[in-house]
């Protein structure tokens, strides 16, 4: 009788720790999301939770692939969005949503981000060059398991009303950045990578020309080449991504257009933008 009840008892033990181990498994073992762009199409994940979320983007066509996740806040309907767009309201587009800021998978390639996510209703949209833009909404629910920490960052990219607060030396070789927008607008970190005696006013002059001559619906022709960067981020927003640059100097720059002014002027023009070195 004491026998089988200790076999119980033991079986019971391992059943517990079995459990716990699984969950622990589960917390920090994440499978990535993957969001696949090809000829046919856009394929989305099927289920979305909240809490830490790695996200790959697979770009099996032949243009660059840069969606962007956003957030429907206060209420906002995709009804909201779609009609701010068409009206061509940046605005407009910026108070309906909470941009969670985007990354570029380039042709035949795969790019990845982590994301905080917070449950809610959800919008997916992507811009394409060949026809109209992909929209499709999909939820995010809430998760009631342990939460998965967030990654441990090597840098920390804080973007304001109108600077970035960053280090300005940084060391080649694999690093985990964290973006946070702690300003009251949206913003994004462009990386040019520039001479090594260029300064905040040659590199402004350079591309604030590159911008004025450039055709309507032409991509500006910048002097100088991209080497990372990571767009349209929302305030209050949190993102962790793998970042590698090599040894050299950098400007890093913001062109959101400032929405309380009436012209749209760029966050640029009023200074947002930061020259830093990577070192080997
Ligand atoms: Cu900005």
Known sequence: MLRSRLVRLKLLCVIVVCAVLVNLVNAQDVEPLVIAATEDGITLPEAWVSGMTAITLQNDTEIAFQPTLARFIDGATMEDFTAAMMAQDFAGMLATVSALGSVTAEPGESASVTYDLQAGDYLFLNFSPAGPPTLIPFTVMQYEGDAVEAPEADVEIVMVDFAFAMPVEL?????????????????????????????????????????MSAGPGAPPEFPYEEAFSFIGMSPGENAWMNVNLEPGTYAALCFIPDVESEEMTTHLAHGMITIFTVGE
């Open 171 to 211: 060391t080649t070789g694999d690093a985990v950045w964290h973006f946070t927008n702690e300003g009251e607008q949206t913003h994004e970190i462009v990386i040019f990578s520039v001479d090594e005696d260029a300064t905040v006013e040659g590199v402004t002059n350079g591309v604030t020309e590159a911008l």
